[in-house]
Structure formats: structure tokens, C-alpha cells
């Protein structure tokens, strides 16, 4: 589910750094470095770019979606081994302080885990469906207005 919020997270910024362009708080420019490195960037080295982290790329999605960085936060700390994955997610500890261990996780979040899905995949439709194709028409559209501006530009670079 993590990898659900990061890939959704991904096509949010994507989409907020076509409407910095198209509002001219971005350059055409920036925006092709920043999105070779969303999309190129890597963080054994495979590639040329360096990654960006997750979690600043979140803290800009909560602007539009609240809620969602907190939501992503929740994931990681069952995902890592920390104090809620160790002594809570899988164990059970009772009054003489003897541990059970055993998987807790669906009987602990099993239910929020499934709304928390629902609302992944209805933001990515939203997200993919409606918000992108619009963005993107409207991007081609400013691309081709200002073609030979940019031409010019990418000569010069």
C-alpha cells in the first residue's frame, strides 16, 4: 500500500509542476530537470540523478490532498521494525510481561487498510483521469504557443 501512496504521490507532484509551468512560476526548463529526476532519479547510483525523497514530495501533496503525508506516516511505522512494529504489530504482551508474537496487522488495521486503498485508487483516478489529461492538454497547447521561445532556449542551453 506504501508503493500505492508513493506512485500516487509521484502523479500529484508531477501535476503540480505542470500548473507551476503553466501559472510561469516554473520554467520549462526546471520543469524537464525536476521531472527527469522524479522520473530518472535513483538512489544506488543506477542512473545519473539522484532521487528525491518520498517524503518531501508527500509534504507537497498534503497541500491539495490533507491528510495524505500523515496517512504515509502511519504506513511506514508498521512497515519498519520500530516500537509499533515490534511491540505492537507483533507481539502481545500481558500482565507478567510475557510476550505472544504473531502478526497483528490485520486484526489491528485490516479495516482502515482497506478504506485507506479505496482512497489511494479514487485519488489516482481523479488524479490520472481528470486532472492529468486537462493539465496535459493545456501544456501541449503552451508548449506550442511558445515553440520557437523554447527552441531558442534549449539552443542557448
Same mark, same amino acid.
Given at each position: ?32 530537470? &525536476? ?27 498534503? &497541500? ?73 492538454? &493545456? ?16 539552443? &542557448?542551453?
Amino acid at each position: 500500500m506504501r508503493s500505492g501512496f508513493e506512485t500516487l504521490a509521484t502523479l500529484i507532484y508531477l501535476n503540480q509542476l505542470m500548473q507551476q509551468v503553466l501559472d510561469g512560476k516554473l520554467s520549462f526548463g526546471a520543469f524537464g530537470e &525536476k521531472t527527469t529526476v522524479l522520473l530518472l532519479g535513483s538512489r544506488d547510483g543506477s542512473t545519473p540523478h539522484q532521487a528525491l525523497n518520498i517524503v518531501t514530495i508527500l509534504q507537497k501533496c498534503d &497541500k491539495r490532498y490533507p491528510g495524505i503525508e500523515k496517512l504515509y506516516g502511519m504506513l511506514s511505522e508498521s512497515a519498519h521494525p520500530n516500537h509499533e512494529g515490534m511491540v505492537i504489530g507483533y507481539s502481545d504482551m500481558n500482565e507478567e510481561y510475557e510476550a505472544t508474537f504473531s502478526n497483528r496487522w490485520m486484526e489491528l488495521h485490516g479495516a482502515g487498510h482497506l478504506e485507506s486503498m479505496d482512497l489511494c485508487m479514487t485519488t489516482f483516478y481523479d488524479e490520472y483521469q481528470v486532472v492529468w489529461p486537462a493539465l496535459m492538454e &493545456k501544456l501541449e497547447s503552451w508548449i506550442e504557443v511558445r515553440d520557437i521561445e523554447l527552441e531558442a532556449a534549449r539552443k &542557448k542551453a
